[in-house]
């Protein structure tokens, strides 16, 4: 099996068009990625195995992500050669020269918009929906759709990340507003008001959502369906709505980069749809490749839309309103 | 450079002075209800934490109580335990929903409601005082072991009891070390992030750790300089106290224990009450301390947050164990955090020794301007804190290794350190000192053979604690932390933001496990070179 996924590698590697050495980035020895998205590990720790190529991944959280890469960039000094995060980071990066040119030419199956931009490749999505202890939710008690989240019978029983702080939560709600979710804006405001009269909990970020409903002390969590296949065997499950919404992950190289081949070798196996495939299965993601998805019952027939970047003074204004709402008494 | 941050429009940018930074902090309607409650909460936790300290020090090094040994451990054990971990603990002992120990009351008592909400401003309390509660307890307990006895006695002598001579003479000669412990906690839960968020936020209660944690990550260009405009609260706070502190314990011949040849510890018989004591010290070890590490290990043992059922323990394995032991990085992290523990706190302490002499010793202005200095890291929020070393790290070569976070570490944490030696020197008499320098014996010499020896008891107290806190240091760490100088607190962090709470629980379990042999291993050293126990 081993073998057959290695010329199936090695068939992929051939096909494409490579603007990057392969030998030079064997000699180069080592890729350094600096990345926001969790759970990665064994994908970093395959690359390595796959290619001799070393892969380090640091993770660096999205409050201090600008601060790091920015300082380490003006000293001289930064140690990534590859950056993932959220599209506002890379843009700001994209925009302070941090980034440099990829070559897009193999992503066939990506959406168009998400190869749009020649810096950054959007990959992903990071998807939220409303999740469930399946032991504890059963039958027609299930949500059916978001509005159902309003019913007085969830007042206390929700956890979600603070609406009022938590950027890709502001970003989510104003999302579903946008898309018209709910078809106007007044049944928009009704289910957040709604939603806040149920007073559900608030946590920091996406992260801290699932063991509460693991653990059945809350029934309901606005958070994200990757924690099905990262949390198995807790009883989690979906409320299978038609659409969901979610932040685009991207991902780019480093201009200066020490490791220049290696970072472009490390770009296009990330980028491979094997690897897309790995990450749908061992980390939850919903991913760009056409036709991968991660192995949640239902998730394929879900329309998974990417929502408008919010400017930090958008966030900042939301989160205002957010606050007046869910922390009105 | 925070401070000059806070003034400016873009942090690193240094044209454009403004005060733009301050007016919004400080006219946000909301500030004045989270100065409220930062206040309840901080006075609330060092009152919590220095009442339980005095009872814990006075228990286990004045009196005659069985076990000794192992309540000087426990009262020190919620140090070496990751402060989230902590948090999440006894949110799954006493959160309204399925809380284990609100669950287990409301069947034994038969009551229709969760008698206990973790999620209130009590609960905050609660939690951080039991984190504070080693350094209270380090600070006190050495000073309790190095009272005279002969002051207590004529108390005694005089007709006094146990009792009264308790509050008369050994709570009003504790005065500094009480104080330091109770502005160290003040100080120390001003800082605190893990029980504001995991217990604070849930319970919509908002403290200026979480409140800083607000501003900086609403949106993705973090405004730090905000965040050090409202530190600058916390910062002005700190100094007032150093400053009380400082007045309060000014005539420091008062506190003088330590003057002459007749200094000898000696351990007071509780006679009739020393096992109703001892019950009570073992209760409430056991309720505050033993119990959250149990849940701890339950949950290493399950495959994910199980409240504990028939079923949940049919599903124990030692997977996450297994798992965690063979992580390279988490090896890694543990022998980083071990090396960073045991130089740390040993470079950290000899600093500490040369600083609390100039400050108790040599009676200058500059000593209060030095101790207030050596404050300075804890006034401002720990992420603000972190991006400080980091502008200053990326300048030098040390960026990116573990060196950096050595020196990063020692210069935050310096007031652990300073605290119970300076507790200690206070009270050592001077003409100890000026005997020896008038027998011909030099400043070093008079330093190794005279004032150290006395002051064991304080160094090995401020060893455990700068070793205990370098050992799960998460703040600066997180910034400063790069590939190959992974430590354990961010090892426990990446785990956390996956939410693999069992793997979280094994590592901080191991972290525990190595925090106790250290702590034993520096409490038997300190018992061989002193005759005073802490």
């Known amino acids: 099996m081993k073998k057959l996924i290695l010329i199936a590698l090695l068939a992929f590697f051939a096909v494409s068009s490579y603007s990057f050495d392969a030998n030079l980035a064997k000699k180069e020895g080592k890729v350094n990625l600096y990345a926001n998205i969790t759970a990665i590990e064994p994908l970093v720790e395959k690359f390595s195995s796959d290619t001799g190529v070393k892969a380090t991944y640091t993770r660096i959280s999205t409050s201090k992500y600008l601060a790091t890469v920015l300082t380490e960039f003006s000293a001289g000094k930064l140690q990534a050669d590859v950056v993932q995060g959220p599209l506002p980071i890379l843009n700001t990066l994209k925009d302070k020269g941090v980034l440099k040119k990829y070559d897009k030419s193999f992503l066939d199956g990506y959406p168009d918009w998400a190869k749009a931009d020649d810096y950054i490749a959007a990959f992903g999505i990071e998807y939220v929906a409303v999740i469930y202890n399946k032991e504890l939710v059963k039958g027609d008690d299930i949500p059916k759709n978001y509005m159902d989240l309003i019913n007085p019978k969830w007042k206390n029983k929700i956890v979600m990340p603070d609406p009022a702080s938590h950027a890709t939560t502001i970003s989510w709600l104003v999302g579903l507003k946008e898309n018209k979710i709910f078809g106007n804006d007044e049944e928009w405001m009704k289910f957040v008001k709604g939603l806040a009269a149920n007073r559900p909990m608030f946590v920091k970020s996406f992260s801290p959502t699932p063991a509460p409903v693991e653990s059945g002390e809350k029934l309901l969590a606005i958070s994200m369906p990757k924690y099905i296949v990262t949390k198995a065997p807790a009883p989690l499950d979906w409320v299978k709505t038609d659409t969901l919404l979610g932040s685009p992950r991207g991902i780019a190289l480093v201009e200066k980069s020490t490791n220049p081949n290696a970072a472009e070798m490390f770009l296009k196996y990330w980028l491979s749809e094997n690897n897309m495939r790995e990450l749908a299965n061992k980390v939850g993601e919903y991913v760009l490749a056409k036709n991968v998805f991660p192995p949640i019952n239902e998730i394929e027939k879900a329309k998974v839309i990417p929502i408008r970047e919010l400017t930090d003074e958008e966030t900042k204004k939301w989160g205002e309103e957010f606050k007046t709402i869910f922390y009105g008494k | ?534």
Not at chain 2, 85 to 114: E, R, Y
Request: proline share 5%.
């Open chain 2, 1 to 534: 450079m925070l401070l000059l941050g806070s003034f400016l429009n873009n942090l690193g940018n240094f044209s454009g002075f403004t005060f733009e930074k301050y007016i919004a902090a400080y006219t946000d309607p909301e500030f004045l209800k989270i100065i409220y409650n930062t206040v309840v909460f901080v006075v609330g936790s060092a009152i919590f934490a220095a009442v339980l300290a005095i009872f814990l020090s006075y228990m286990n090094t004045r009196t005659d109580i069985p076990f000794k040994f192992l309540f000087k451990i426990i009262s020190i054990i919620p140090m070496m335990i990751p402060h989230i971990l902590f948090s999440i603990s006894w949110v799954l002992l006493l959160n309204p929903s399925n809380g284990i120990l609100n669950t287990a009351l409301m069947n034994i008592l038969g009551l229709s409601d969760s008698p206990f909400n973790i999620y209130s401003i009590s609960g905050m309390i609660f939690v951080e005082g039991l984190l504070d509660l080693p350094i209270a307890y380090l600070i006190i307990a050495p000073a309790m072991s190095s009272f005279d006895i002969s002051l207590e006695e004529s108390s005694k002598v005089s007709g006094a009891s146990n009792t009264k001579t308790f509050f008369k003479i050994t709570l009003p000669v504790l005065r500094p070390a009480i104080m330091a412990s109770f502005i160290l906690v003040i100080v120390r839960s001003l800082a605190s992030f893990a029980v504001p968020s995991v217990i604070g936020m849930p319970g919509r209660i908002y403290v200026l750790s979480t409140h800083i944690y607000r501003v900086v990550s609403s949106g993705f260009s973090a405004d730090y300089g905000m965040a050090a405009a409202i530190g600058m609260s916390a910062l002005a706070a700190s100094i007032v106290l150093i400053y009380i502190y400082r007045y309060l314990v000014s005539e420091t011949s008062k506190f003088v224990t330590i003057s002459s040849r007749g200094f000898k510890p000696v351990l007071i018989s509780l006679k009739n009450y020393k096992y109703p004591l001892f019950f009570l010290v073992g209760f409430i070890s056991f309720i505050l301390i033993v119990v959250p590490v149990v849940v701890l290990c339950y949950t290493s043992l399950t495959p994910y947050v199980m409240v504990p059922t028939k079923r949940a323990f049919s599903m124990m394995s030692l997977k996450n164990w297994y798992e965690v032991m063979k992580d390279p990085i988490s090896m890694l992290s543990l022998k980083n955090s071990l090396f960073l523990g045991i130089t740390g706190a040993t470079l950290g302490v000899l600093l500490s020794v040369f600083v609390s002499y100039v400050i108790v010793k040599v009676k200058t202005k500059a000593a209060g301007f030095l101790e207030s200095l050596s404050f300075l890291s804890f006034s401002f929020p720990g992420i603000v804190i972190g991006v400080g070393f980091m502008w200053f790290f990326v300048k030098t070569p040390l960026y990116g290794t573990i060196w950096a976070l050595l020196i990063g570490y020692i210069a935050t944490y310096l007031p652990y350190g300073i605290r119970p030696i300076s507790s200690a020197f206070i009270q050592i008499h001077d003409s100890l000192e000026e005997s020896s320098r008038v027998c011909g014996a030099s400043y070093l010499t008079t330093l190794r053979k005279i004032i150290i020896p006395l002051l064991i008891p304080g160094i090995v107290s401020s060893w455990i604690l700068m070793s205990t806190m370098f050992f799960r240091e998460l703040t600066l760490s997180v910034v400063l932390s790069r590939p190959g100088s992974e430590v354990l607190a961010v090892q426990i962090l990446r785990f956390s933001e996956d939410g693999l709470w069992g793997k979280l629980s094994a590592l901080g379990i191991i972290m525990i496990l190595f925090s106790t042999i250290i702590v034993v291993c520096a409490s038997l050293l300190g018992k061989k070179f002193s005759k005073m126990h802490i």
